[in-house]
């Protein structure tokens, strides 16, 4: 080996134990992942209940005023609005 590989590799085999260090320690993004898909499926549940809500609204069998499923679809639309904005659930 020419004597500038052997310095190389001495390079990578002196620095990786510094990484060595550092390898049992998730990444520093892993947590902003992990809230990220929390988050995500708090709004897939929210989104499948505005839908569930949408239909029960739209297809009741009177067309009586019904504002109680209307107050519930704004503030669960609100809901799903603050966490998309905020990420707080």
Not at 3 to 18: K, T, Y
Not at 24 to 53: H, V
Not at 79 to 87: D, H, K, P, S
């Amino acid at each position: 080996m020419s004597p500038d590989l052997e310095s190389g590799v001495h390079l990578l085999r002196s620095g990786a134990g510094a990484l060595d260090e550092y390898a049992n320690e998730p990444p520093a993004w892993a947590d902003n992942l992990e809230e990220a898909q929390y988050s995500l499926s708090r709004i897939k549940g929210k989104l499948q209940e505005l839908d569930a809500l949408h239909s029960r609204h739209l297809n009741r069998p009177t067309m009586q005023d019904s504002s109680t499923e209307e107050t519930e679809i704004k503030v669960l639309t609100q809901e799903i609005a603050r966490v998309i904005l905020t990420g707080v659930i």
